[in-house]
């Protein structure tokens, strides 16, 4: 079974401080995706990365950014975090080039800035 | 560009009773479509997916979609709900060609009474 972990459950920050959020998958997935999720609003895309050290900007990646050294772990920073950035964040994984496969989520970090 | 609408935020149902949670999508080509289920404090579940074939397909714990081309729908259904379904569902189109950017509806919570 495939399994995406996320490394913090709970994560209260204060504003202005630079925040990292770190997702590992077990699988060999090639695609990683961070999206937040926000009543109302459902998910949506910060970030997605298909390869090592690539990335491609999704829907809402302002006030974020990502790093993708090893094709295992994929994290999400926010450089100067903001309230406006509390919400719930998941990670997920797929294989490349399958369309037909579905996303794998991790369990997902509730941050809080304060 | 891809779009989903769920237009039911809360739905209630008895326990026992039939279930139906509705989705339109907006996508010019064949749509790949999922549907996924996030029960509380977990990440999402894939439930089952659509890419061509029969219009009706099957997924994991009793649940049932039919894609309607005519209505850009797919609409989720169960015959009998348990207690256990209480959850939030999403239904999400991705999109063919590209690195498998899936667009999410807002969501369906499910509130299931005894």
């Known amino acids: 079974d495939v399994k995406v972990t996320q490394s913090s459950r709970y994560l209260v920050k204060r504003t202005g401080e630079k925040v990292f959020l770190e997702c590992v998958q077990d699988?060999?997935?090639?695609?990683m995706f961070w999206y937040r999720q926000d009543p109302g609003l459902g998910l949506r895309l910060i970030y997605f990365?298909?390869?090592?050290?690539?990335?491609e900007k999704g829907d809402i990646p302002e006030g974020y950014s990502v790093s993708r050294e090893k094709k295992e772990r994929f994290s999400l920073i926010l450089e100067s975090a903001s309230t406006n950035q509390t919400s719930m964040y998941l990670c997920?994984?797929?294989?490349?080039?399958?369309?037909?496969?579905?996303?794998?989520f991790g369990n997902g970090t509730r941050l809080t800035v304060t | 560009a891809q779009s989903v609408t769920q237009p039911d935020i809360h739905i209630t149902v008895s326990e026992g009773a039939s279930l139906e949670l509705r989705c339109n999508y907006s996508?010019?080509?064949?749509?790949?479509l999922f549907w996924y289920v996030q029960s509380p404090g977990q990440g999402l579940q894939l439930l089952l997916k659509?890419?061509?074939?029969?219009?009706l397909v099957q997924g994991i714990k009793g649940f049932e979609a039919e894609f309607k081309r005519s209505q850009s729908s797919f609409n989720l259904r169960k015959p009998s709900v348990h207690w256990s379904d209480a959850a939030e569902y999403f239904c999400?189109?991705?999109?063919?060609?590209?690195?498998?950017?899936?667009?999410f509806g807002i969501g369906t919570k499910l509130q299931v009474i005894p």
């Open positions: 997920a994984s797929s294989p490349r080039q399958s369309y037909n496969s579905p996303l794998h």
């Open positions: 990365s298909y390869d090592v050290k690539m990335k």
């Open positions: 699988m060999d997935h090639e695609n």
């Open positions: 996508y010019g080509a064949t749509p790949y």
């Open positions: 659509y890419f061509s074939g029969d219009t």
């Open positions: 999400a189109v991705g999109l063919s060609g590209g690195y498998q950017k899936v667009t």
